[in-house]
């Protein structure tokens, strides 16, 4: 493997919280039919089951996207963490601030399996932790 998986898997994760907060209706194209997604601890919306496939996990993140009508925005922290895996996959955990309309934020923990496709990287499983809140000054 390359020495660049790392910022290759920080441009994709960038692209990713991107994606999430400004175009949320392309999210899906970053998982495939065989990406599983669980939120940890059932914090967000009470199941604990994972979910499986494109349809499924954009179902499941519609309700982290919905938290505001005004808007969210990732604040991740730099440097992401990336080991990369004997098949060529990436680990990445990620680190930040969860900001739904600037009132409440969240600290969050995201570990992500990045896994190829073709050239290019897509969400092979991902486990999405909201960590506490934070009351902004």
Same mark, same amino acid.
């Given at each position: 493997?390359?020495?660049?998986?790392?910022?290759?898997?920080?441009?994709?994760?960038?692209?990713?919280?991107?994606?999430?907060?400004?175009?949320?209706?392309?999210?899906?194209?970053?998982?495939?039919?065989?990406?599983?997604? @669980?939120?940890?601890?059932?914090?967000?919306? +009470? !199941?604990?089951?994972?979910? &499986?496939?494109?349809?499924? /996990?954009?179902?499941?993140?519609?309700?982290?996207?919905?938290?505001?009508?005004?808007?969210?925005?990732?604040?991740?922290?730099?440097? @992401?963490?990336?080991?990369?895996?004997?098949? +060529? !996959?990436?680990?990445?955990? &990620?680190?930040?601030?969860? /900001?739904?309309?600037?009132?409440?934020?969240?600290?969050?923990?995201?570990?992500?399996?990045?896994?190829?496709?073709?050239?290019?990287?897509?969400?092979?499983?991902?486990?999405?932790?909201?960590?506490?809140?934070?009351?902004?000054?």
């Amino acid at each position: 493997m390359g020495e660049d998986y790392a910022s290759e898997a920080t441009q994709f994760i960038e692209s990713y919280y991107s994606t999430f907060d400004t175009n949320f209706k392309d999210i899906g194209s970053m998982y495939r039919e065989s990406s599983v997604l @669980i939120y940890t601890e059932n914090r967000i919306d +009470g !199941s604990g089951d994972p979910a &499986v496939g494109v349809r499924s /996990i954009v179902q499941k993140l519609q309700v982290i996207q919905s938290w505001s009508d005004k808007g969210i925005k990732h604040d991740i922290d730099l440097p @992401i963490d990336v080991l990369p895996m004997a098949n +060529g !996959s990436l680990l990445v955990v &990620v680190q930040g601030e969860f /900001i739904p309309s600037g009132e409440l934020s969240l600290n969050f923990a995201d570990t992500f399996v990045l896994m190829k496709d073709g050239g290019a990287y897509y969400i092979g499983y991902a486990i999405i932790n909201m960590v506490d809140f934070i009351l902004d000054d």
